[in-house]
């Protein structure tokens, strides 16, 4: 059982002098499990509830906007053995949202309420043999939204709740994985149908191989295909600057990764390279030629290719130096680029395709310089291929400093710790030097 509870006043405010990035978060989660003769039941619920003003995030027009969310979710999994090792599971997720435009004003435009429900089972069989391993399984999600401007209007309005809209996906994979020596391959295939899709039954295909060169060193090669369902708010979110297309398609993704990755006594390494081939992907781009009214539209993207490479490097001093003692516990460097065949038009600004992470640098050390006292440190640098003129790049210094005490760990936490100025999507400015004192209990049940 674990529970935890945030809360801050923010660190702007609109127009007006009153919080717009304030926040008041509560959660509380649940696991358990017990083991029978011959099966394993494990299970786990959960919810949260968060009220936070979200600032210009919406639309760079309103500075006062609010949002109240409140999430449940439950699962249920059983796992056995025997030849055939058959694994089935239950979930299911309830969401509940309250957006207001003007925060605590519903005379000046009505507040949006949206309820999302999602339900789903899983059968999962594996049969291992000589000829390797072989699973196979299906399941079925279904999602419902009710909502004041999500969907479709209803036959029957619930109050507030005049549109809606239900779906439900379907699929069925096949896969076998074998090991040939120091070779080891695997081959699948998914079947997705969904009934808000129009393109009917697709296939996804995937093959990955690993090839171990050492006890440590190994190389692998893979390729995937995938898919994505537009969200209800990408299909019909159509106020406050929006303009939805009730008409997008899936998301349909082709990516192809090979890299190297080393794990030895105290020494963790690994580097790649991946070009991903996306088709009708899924973006909200504004016309910026149009003027500062102008709505940001969901579109999907004909194709875009991206090139991406990633290097990193994880050493355990302790471990490394035969020196379980040694005050520097770890230190992580790494390196990510990427890099699109795309040209955008110079007049669109885009929220997520077109917008990317071009070069991102982090470095990370932990320190433990008595039994209980630690010191993380992280530092990060960050430059965005954008069309904002304030996505500029940036550098942060973040820290944590805890004590443990056996039943209590005490921390005090600083993001931003040199007080840099950045923004990230929305041109929405973000936090500077940002103390966080927390405790978080133990207690034996």
């Given at each position: 059982?674990?529970?935890g509870?945030?809360?801050?006043?923010?660190?702007?405010?609109?127009?007006?002098?009153?919080?717009n990035?304030?926040?008041?978060?509560?959660?509380?989660?649940w696991?358990?499990?017990?083991?029978?003769?011959?099966?394993?039941?494990?299970?786990q619920?959960?919810?949260?509830?968060?009220?936070?003003?979200?600032?210009?995030?919406?639309?760079?027009?309103?500075?006062?906007?609010?949002?109240?969310?409140?999430?449940t979710?439950?699962?249920?999994?059983?796992?056995?053995?025997?030849?055939?090792?058959?694994?089935?599971?239950?979930?299911?997720?309830?969401?509940?949202?309250?957006?207001?435009?003007?925060?605590?004003?519903p005379?000046?435009?009505?507040f949006?309420?949206?309820?999302?429900?999602?339900?789903?089972?899983?059968l999962?069989?594996?049969?291992?043999?000589?000829?390797?391993?072989?699973?196979?399984?299906?399941?079925?999600?279904?999602?419902r939204?009710?909502?004041?401007?999500?969907?479709?209007?209803l036959?029957?309005?619930?109050g507030?709740?005049?549109?809606?809209?239900?779906?439900?996906?379907?699929?069925l994979?096949?896969?076998?994985?074998?090991?040939l020596g120091?070779l080891?391959?695997?081959?699948?295939?998914?079947?997705?149908?969904?009934?808000?899709?129009?393109?009917?039954v697709?296939?996804?295909?995937?093959?990955?191989?690993n090839?171990?060169?050492?006890?440590?060193l190994?190389?692998y090669?893979?390729?995937n295909t995938?898919?994505?369902m537009?969200?209800?708010?990408?299909?019909?979110?159509?106020?406050?600057?929006?303009?939805?297309d009730?008409?997008?398609?899936?998301?349909k993704?082709?990516?192809?990764?090979?890299?190297?990755?080393?794990?030895?006594?105290?020494?963790?390494a690994?580097?790649?390279?991946?070009?991903?081939?996306g088709?009708?992907?899924?973006?909200w781009?504004?016309?910026?030629?149009?003027?500062?009214?102008?709505?940001?539209?969901?579109?999907?993207h004909?194709q875009?290719?991206?090139l991406?490479?990633?290097?990193?490097?994880?050493?355990?001093?302790?471990?490394?130096?035969?020196?379980?003692?040694?005050?520097?516990?770890?230190?992580?460097?790494?390196?990510?680029?990427?890099?699109?065949?795309?040209?955008?038009?110079?007049?669109?600004?885009?929220?997520?395709?077109?917008?990317?992470?071009?070069?991102?640098?982090?470095?990370?050390?932990?320190?433990?310089?008595?039994?209980?006292?630690?010191?993380d440190?992280?530092w990060?640098?960050v430059?965005?291929?954008?069309?904002?003129?304030?996505?500029?790049?940036?550098?942060?210094l973040?820290?944590?400093?805890?004590?443990?005490?056996?039943?209590?760990?005490?921390?005090?936490?600083a993001?931003?710790?040199?007080?840099?100025?950045?923004?990230?999507?929305?041109?929405?400015?973000?936090?500077?030097?940002?103390?966080?004192?927390?405790?978080?209990?133990?207690?034996?049940?």
């Amino acid at each position: 059982v674990s529970a935890g509870w945030q809360r801050s006043d923010g660190y702007t405010r609109n127009a007006a002098g009153g919080r717009n990035s304030d926040f008041d978060a509560l959660k509380a989660f649940w696991y358990g499990r017990h083991a029978f003769a011959r099966r394993d039941l494990a299970w786990q619920a959960g919810v949260s509830r968060k009220d936070f003003g979200s600032s210009t995030f919406y639309s760079a027009a309103y500075d006062d906007q609010f949002e109240h969310t409140l999430k449940t979710f439950a699962s249920v999994r059983s796992e056995g053995a025997g030849a055939l090792h058959f694994t089935p599971a239950l979930y299911w997720n309830h969401g509940e949202d309250r957006f207001e435009l003007f925060r605590g004003a519903p005379e000046k435009y009505p507040f949006n309420y949206h309820k999302t429900h999602v339900a789903g089972l899983n059968l999962n069989f594996r049969v291992d043999s000589r000829l390797g391993q072989t699973a196979f399984g299906a399941e079925a999600r279904h999602e419902r939204i009710a909502s004041t401007n999500l969907g479709e209007a209803l036959a029957q309005p619930r109050g507030v709740y005049v549109r809606g809209l239900s779906r439900t996906a379907y699929n069925l994979f096949l896969e076998h994985r074998l090991t040939l020596g120091r070779l080891s391959a695997a081959a699948g295939l998914t079947t997705v149908y969904n009934t808000g899709n129009r393109e009917g039954v697709r296939l996804f295909p995937g093959v990955d191989a690993n090839f171990r060169l050492s006890d440590a060193l190994r190389l692998y090669a893979s390729y995937n295909t995938s898919y994505r369902m537009p969200t209800f708010t990408e299909l019909y979110y159509s106020v406050g600057g929006h303009r939805a297309d009730p008409n997008l398609k899936a998301e349909k993704l082709r990516a192809v990764e090979a890299g190297v990755k080393y794990a030895g006594r105290g020494i963790r390494a690994f580097a790649a390279a991946y070009y991903n081939r996306g088709y009708d992907l899924i973006d909200w781009v504004k016309d910026m030629a149009a003027g500062d009214d102008a709505p940001w539209t969901s579109v999907n993207h004909t194709q875009v290719g991206t090139l991406g490479e990633e290097v990193s490097l994880r050493l355990t001093p302790p471990e490394l130096l035969l020196r379980p003692g040694f005050f520097l516990r770890s230190l992580s460097l790494g390196y990510s680029h990427q890099s699109q065949d795309r040209v955008p038009d110079p007049r669109l600004r885009s929220i997520y395709s077109l917008e990317y992470i071009r070069h991102k640098v982090v470095v990370q050390a932990g320190f433990r310089f008595w039994e209980n006292l630690a010191l993380d440190l992280s530092w990060r640098y960050v430059d965005r291929f954008t069309g904002s003129d304030l996505l500029t790049p940036y550098a942060l210094l973040d820290a944590k400093l805890s004590y443990d005490f056996p039943a209590l760990n005490l921390y005090l936490r600083a993001n931003n710790l040199l007080n840099r100025t950045w923004f990230d999507f929305g041109d929405i400015p973000q936090p500077g030097r940002w103390l966080i004192l927390g405790a978080a209990f133990r207690l034996p049940l």
